[in-house]
Every structure is written in structure tokens, then in C-alpha cells.
Nanobody, 124 residues
Framework: QVQLVESGGGLVQAGGSLRLSCAAS????????LGWFRQAPGEERETVSA????????YVADSVKGRFTISRDNAKNTVFLQMNSLKPEDTAVYYC?????????????????WGQGTQVTVSS
């Protein structure tokens, strides 16, 4: 049974930083592309960042480019999202997901497994 468990969310002031983690089990982690997504109240879920089998292969949404960094640690079966210079508009539930794609993909339909999400709230 595949499980993805996010952690690291919380309340932070604008300009602050958070590091999200997503621990995976039940799959061959190194053979999955991974992604981070977010959904704010009343909004559609959007892709934030993704990483392929090769950790140098990444996708980053324009809205977070230069502020967020995705990385993976295959030895720990964990994907990370380092979030710096946070803004109130980054407030959302953040989800991680796993895809059998080799390359990083921004398309949510490419992801087969999803975590339950972690809340990130940025105060102004």
C-alpha cells in the first residue's frame, strides 16, 4: 500500500520560510517523479513544483520561481519543498504526489498517488 505523508506546514509571517517534507512508503521511490501542489480556499488545486528521477530535472511554477526549491532524498524516500520569502498568497493546503513518469510533470493527471496535505498559513 502506497502512502505519502506530508509534514512541516504551519503558521509563518510574511517573508519567513518553511520546509515541507513528504515521506513515501510502499513504492520504489527512486522510480517515481514527485510533485508538490497546493489548494487555497475556493481555488482550484495548482501545481507548485515537480522533480523527475534525475534530481536536476525540475519544474517550478512561475508564481514561486526564485522562492521555492524542490529536492529529493532517495535514501530517505522523501521529497522536500523549501519555501522562502513566503507571501500571504502562498497560504494553502500543500499536497505531495507521486507519478510513474520519468520526467518532472506539471500535469496533475500524471500522478497516481497523493498525500493528505499539510496546511501552510502565511500572515501579513
Amino acid at each position: 500500500q502506497v502512502q505519502l505523508v506530508e509534514s512541516g506546514g504551519g503558521l509563518v509571517q510574511a517573508g519567513g520560510s518553511l520546509r515541507l517534507s513528504c515521506a513515501a512508503s510502499g513504492l520504489t521511490f527512486s522510480k517515481y517523479a514527485l510533485g508538490w501542489f497546493r489548494q487555497a480556499p475556493g481555488e482550484e488545486r495548482e501545481t507548485v513544483s515537480a522533480i523527475g528521477w534525475n534530481p536536476m530535472n525540475t519544474y517550478v511554477a512561475d508564481s514561486v520561481k526564485g522562492r521555492f526549491t524542490i529536492s529529493r532524498d532517495n535514501a530517505k524516500n522523501t521529497v522536500f519543498l523549501q519555501m522562502n520569502s513566503l507571501k500571504p498568497e502562498d497560504t494553502a493546503v500543500y499536497y505531495c504526489a507521486a507519478s510513474t513518469n520519468i520526467l518532472a510533470t506539471r500535469w496533475q493527471n500524471d500522478y497516481q498517488y497523493w498525500g493528505q496535505g499539510t496546511q501552510v498559513t502565511v500572515s501579513s
